[in-house]
């Protein structure tokens, strides 16, 4: 089906370890974004993309690296983890930039770091 | 800088009643798009609407209504008649043409008891 899809739904790590989130949209939307969610701080960008190899900082970027090599994958790579990155992320995905066109987010990954 | 502000953190009504979820946003560009996602308690994240800054029309989708008022930098959000199935974090959003990213807000989570 098409759509944006992101794995694991849930994931346990312990600190220092790297941890890789995966995205994947069926769309070919030309951007692409990661979000965290947190109590008290709703949706805060992370990064974004705006094509295959094009990526760029968003509002929280420190401790995060991401990758675009092909336009379907977007995955989000914690390097070493840290209970302060315990979250909620989302994907998301959108075919325009600046214009009306909304994001289409997955269900979401949730990260506990331990 | 964009900034958007949901000041009510939570709401709680009784089925029937109707609600208003408010919205305050902050941007310096003339040009401007406005988002309202709804978030309920199984996680995903679902577009409810748009809004560009040339068209201050009100929208009424069913028992939903948004009023936008530009001169208040507010998009206010209705819900009539509200429903148990209403009950969900809802979040308002902001993205600026000059640039990908879309804004959130801190979302207000809507109780809507039997």
């Known amino acids: 089906d098409a759509g944006i899809t992101q794995s694991p739904r849930y994931k346990i790590t312990e600190t220092g370890r790297q941890v890789t989130l995966m995205c994947h949209q069926t769309?070919?939307?030309?951007?692409m974004f990661w979000y965290r969610q947190d109590l008290g701080h709703g949706l805060r960008l992370i990064y974004y993309?705006?094509?295959?190899?094009?990526?760029d900082k968003g509002e929280v970027p420190d401790g995060y690296v991401v990758s675009r090599s092909k336009t379907e994958n977007f995955p989000l790579t914690l390097e070493s983890a840290t209970r302060s990155q315990t979250s909620v992320y989302f994907c998301a995905s959108s075919e325009y930039r600046g214009r009306n066109s909304p994001l289409h987010f997955g269900n979401g990954t949730r990260l506990t770091v331990t | 800088a964009q900034k958007v502000t949901q000041a009510q953190t939570e709401i709680s009504v009784v089925e029937k009643e109707d609600v208003t979820l408010d919205c305050v946003y902050e941007t310096r560009d003339t040009t401007y798009y406005l988002f309202w996602y709804k978030q309920p308690p199984s996680g995903e994240l679902v577009f409810l609407i748009r809004r560009n800054s040339f068209d201050e029309q009100n929208e009424i989708s069913g028992r939903y209504s948004w009023n936008f008022q530009k001169s208040t930098s507010s998009f206010n959000f209705t819900i009539t008649a509200s429903q148990v199935v209403d009950s969900a974090v809802y979040f308002c959003a902001l993205k600026e043409t000059s640039g990908s990213r879309l804004t959130f807000g801190e979302g207000t989570q809507l109780t809507v008891n039997p």
């Open positions: 993309s705006a094509a295959a190899d094009i990526t």
């Open positions: 769309w070919s939307h030309s951007y």
